[in-house]
């Protein structure tokens, strides 16, 4: 079958038990082959441990991972020299320079000198650590080191890289350029398994995600998809240039109109919620018109990624409670 | 070059490294090598026969460097043997817990470039240290006229032994689950192995004694040292260099050096396959069942060698050899129960290393029955690592009884050790050889199986806290509580406390031995051998069937 068919990182049933306790149950999702995907959940949710599930480093009790067909339980290896694997805390050689510390993994993975000088040269200036090669390791921030990680994950130019709370120690710059260095890397075919609680980062940075619980996956697919799952309601945000007719008194003949609720106690922004399609929001949109109602905004809302994170976590408790 | 060599070298050797830690290696040289060199060679201060006078003799160059080369390997020894080896178990460990091992074992090298490079990369200042000490070993040689071909036969048992500590301290840290604690157990294991294991070579079991550099050094090296000093030629140098002269294995005699090497290649042989499963995947137990066996095999082969000597003629090597003497059957009976004893410990501590490690726990049994059935396979194959390993420690047992009865039979046929004298004075010197009971034979047998079917029960039903918890209290419990009886009570109890001893084999399979041998007890004890056998057997039986029953018919999770 050819590659581009199959997903680039299938996990199916995957179970994964330390001693009695379950960390991870029955978690099943797919990652397309240059995509990035996001898993997000609460801490101990799983995470960590399905990335080293993936990454090899820990053995799944049950279940099947795949990285572009290739099985990760059965061939180890051949998986391994698909992967790069960025840990949660950078670890790093303290006393190896920062050159010195990407130029040992380049080493590893079998490129030849020249090759290994030029990939390093390019993977420091990708993540912006040019001016810091020369430096020791530890000498480095934390953020730093998070840094001169991904440029040593990245030297072996791995079409699949798993990333574990990859911002976690970044200032809000770093931040925006591993944004864009890592939808680059995904446009140039990189695959990427991202975990993150900064969930307003894999907001522009996901095409898909993956909300996890208690070692399960509750929600998983493009945030459209879930928020779709989550909520049937769409809102669209309505705002007039005065106070004027009640648009919840204008809207109630289209019944696709679930509720609508004034943000403030100005009287002129409300929040609408609806079941209905474009056309339906273009039909809102004439009859506020011809009521006379001063629009002067009408914007769907989009599903954050943040809210749908905490709608699950409500749905749960209550699930709970119940 | 070896990118962990490589980063070794950068690491550790960078400029103010080579000058800070060549200066401390050519300080602490030069001061210790030279104290010794001029300290040997000024002549030495003796009483002239018939008068009051003191004359020094002719100063000597070489003695002077004979009496230093010893310090120098001291040195020598604790840069490699001492700091390398802690060097490389805590830099192991902590890159097990940092995470930085993780990311050696994604990268495509062959594990064993890995194990090289730790293993030559980490120490790699150490090696400096070592390197700065050459020009002193050359001057000891030329000025000392020493042999080059016995000192390199002990720089070869040197290296071979570094390697072995090493690769120790190397495999600890990669096989501890806990990384904080692989440090510490490395060092221990080390100490153990290597200090306090050899001292089982003083029981007869000569293998043992040669993990280390000592038996070459005092066997090969040490007669030339001390040759010229006829003088200072102390009767303890006599008795070492006595000591470690050729080794008894089996009906012939090796060489200590040859023997040393052959003991080291066989450790490095089975850290070799462990650290190799284990840079493969950390999941793997250290051993296989098949590579386990294969351990047990030339550890049972080894014992036997060792002892054969002693039980076919009653030659032993050690202390036990130095103090044994057969013109007392009563002595030599008593030493023979003792030398067994010792067998049986060794090998049920065996067969407890190899349970806890060939084994597999609920989970890995688990993960083998599911995979199975993916696979389609009617059953998990008999050698995988998740396979229930009832038939492996049967197989261990077994070994260990047939070693047991191929040596009895020897203590038997060589007629040294089972003889009866009649009443008359002619018959003390033609003794009538006893028959031993075949239940001598039986019985330690029903013992080290029921010991070796419990244990691998408990080690499948239980995780590892529940195993060694259950082994621990089995085992050590009884020994220390019937200890403190001992004391507490005297002979008061015997019976109790012989029971109560039995439940631990180690103390059980002595009990045993003596109810079948013509050893005279007092007739008020006569029956306590036989009620703590009784005991011993009786509990491990019923443990080993329970547990078994409980293992198989354990629900389905």
């Known amino acids: 079958m050819p590659s581009f068919r199959l997903p680039m990182i299938s996990v199916q049933d995957l179970k994964i038990h330390y001693g009695d306790f379950v960390a991870v149950d029955r978690l099943s999702f797919e990652v397309r082959k240059g995509s990035v995907y996001g898993l ?24 099947e991972i795949t990285l572009d067909g290739t099985s990760v339980l059965h061939e180890p290896e051949q998986a391994r020299r698909m992967l790069g694997y960025m840990p949660d805390f950078p670890p790093v050689y303290d006393d190896l320079r920062v050159e010195e510390f990407c130029d040992l993994f380049a080493h590893a993975y ?16 990708l993540t912006g650590l040019t001016d810091k090669r020369k430096d020791l390791c530890k000498t480095l921030s934390r953020g730093m080191k998070q840094r001169a990680l991904l440029a040593k994950t990245l030297v072996h130019d791995p079409p699949v890289m798993l990333l574990d709370e990859p911002a976690a120690n970044l200032d809000p710059k770093a931040r925006i350029d591993l944004r864009n260095l890592l939808r680059k890397l995904a446009s140039d075919g990189k695959t990427i398994l991202v ?20 070692g399960q996956m509750v929600h998983s697919g493009t945030i459209e998809e879930i928020a779709e799952k989550t909520s049937p309601d769409k809102i669209v945000l309505l705002e007039f240039a005065s106070p004027g007719p009640e648009p919840g008194t204008i809207l109630s003949p289209l019944d696709f109109v679930s509720s609508v609720d004034a943000l403030d106690e100005s009287g002129t922004k409300y929040e609408v919620a609806h079941t209905g399609t474009k056309d339906d929001e273009s039909r809102m949109i004439t009859l506020l018109v011809e009521k006379r109602a001063r629009v002067c905004r009408f914007q769907p809302k989009q599903s954050k990624v943040e809210d749908l994170f905490l709608q699950v976590e409500s749905e749960e408790e209550g699930g709970e409670e119940k | 070059m070896n990118p962990l060599i490589l980063r070794g070298l950068c690491e550790r050797l960078r400029p103010k490294h080579l000058v ?18 001029f300290n040997g060679s000024q002549g030495e201060w003796r009483l002239v026969e018939g008068t009051d006078e003191w004359q020094q003799s002719e100063s000597s160059p070489v003695d002077g460097a004979r009496k230093a080369f010893t ?18 178990a805590s830099i192991t460990a902590e890159e097990k817990e940092s995470g930085l091992l993780d990311y050696q074992r994604m990268t495509p090298m062959n594990p064993f470039s890995k194990i090289t490079g730790y293993l030559f990369g980490v120490p790699v200042r150490e090696y400096y240290m070592f390197a700065l000490t050459l020009p002193f070993l050359l001057h000891c040689i030329v000025t000392g006229e020493l042999s080059l071909e016995n000192v390199l036969h002990l720089y070869f048992v040197f290296f071979s032994s570094v390697a072995l500590y090493h690769l120790t301290a190397h495999v600890i840290g990669l096989v501890v689950p806990k990384p904080r604690a692989a440090s510490w157990v490395s060092r221990i294991v080390v100490l153990g192995l290597y200090f306090f294991l050899p001292i089982f070579g003083q029981a007869g079991i000569s293998f043992l004694s040669f993990l280390t550099i000592l038996p070459t050094y005092f066997g090969k090296v040490l007669p030339e040292l001390t040759a010229l000093e006829s003088t200072s030629y102390r009767s303890w140098e006599n008795e070492l260099v006595d000591f470690w002269q050729n080794v008894p294995f089996f009906t012939t005699e090796i060489s200590p050096s040859l023997f040393t090497l052959i003991m080291q290649g066989l450790i490095l042989t089975a850290l070799l396959v462990t650290a190799h499963r284990k840079w493969r995947n950390d999941a793997l137990p250290a051993f296989s069942k098949p590579s386990g066996l294969i351990v047990f095999v030339v550890f049972q082969f080894l014992l036997l060698g060792s002892l054969w000597p002693f039980f076919a003629e009653g030659k032993a090597s050690g202390l036990l050899g130095e103090n ?20 049986f410990g060794l090998s049920l501590l065996g067969i407890l290393t190899l349970v806890n490690t060939c084994c597999p726990d609920r989970h890995l049994h688990l993960k083998g029955k599911q995979r199975a059935q ?62 031993v009971s075949p239940l001598a034979y039986l019985l330690p047998a029903v013992l ?68 079948h041998y013509p050893i005279p007890i007092p007739q008020e004890y006569v029956d306590t051998p036989a009620l703590g056998a009784f005991a011993g057997i009786g509990v491990a039986t019923c443990l080993a069937f329970f547990l078994s029953v409980r293992l198989y018919r354990r629900p389905k999770p």
């Open chain 2, 20 to 37: 800070a830690a060549g200066l401390f290696s050519l300080i602490i040289c030069s001061t210790i090598y030279l104290t010794a060199y």
């Open chain 2, 448 to 515: 080290v199986l029921s010991c070796a079917t419990y244990l691998q029960a408990a080690r499948e039903l239980w995780f590892s806290l529940g195993f060694w918890g259950f082994a621990g209290l089995l085992w050590i419990t009884p020994m220390l509580a019937s200890l403190v009886l001992l004391v507490g009570w005297g002979t008061d109890h015997l019976d109790a406390i012989a029971a109560l001893s039995s439940l631990c084999p180690i103390l059980c399979l002595p009990q045993v031995l003596t109810c």
């Open chain 1, 110 to 125: 079998g490129l030849d000198p020249v090759r290994r000088k030029e990939k390093v040269s390019e993977c420091l200036g």
């Open chain 1, 195 to 214: 975990s993150s609680h900064v969930l307003t980062e894999l907001q522009d940075l996901c095409d898909a995600i993956g909300i996890m619980k208690q």
């Open chain 2, 374 to 435: 993916r696979l389609g396979l009617p059953a998990i194959p008999r050698l995988a690592d998740e396979s229930r390993g009832t038939w492996f420690v049967l197989v261990l047992g077994a070994m260990v009884c047939a070693v047991h009865a191929v040596l009895l039979s020897l203590a038997q046929d060589s007629a040294l050790f089972f003889v009866a004298y009649g009443s008359n004075w002619e018959s003390l010197l033609d003794p009538t050889p006893v028959q």
């Open chain 1, 40 to 63: 997000i959940g609460p801490n101990g949710a799983g995470k960590t441990t399905t990335i080293k599930a993936i990454a090899t480093l820990i053995e799944p009790t049950f279940g």
């Open chain 2, 324 to 343: 044994f003497s057969l013109e007392d059957t009563r002595e030599g009976l008593f030493i023979l129960l003792f030398v067994q004893s010792v067998y």
């Open chain 2, 71 to 88: 310090w120098l390997l001291g040195l020598q020894g604790f840069f490699l043997m001492f700091l390398g080896t802690g060097r490389v």
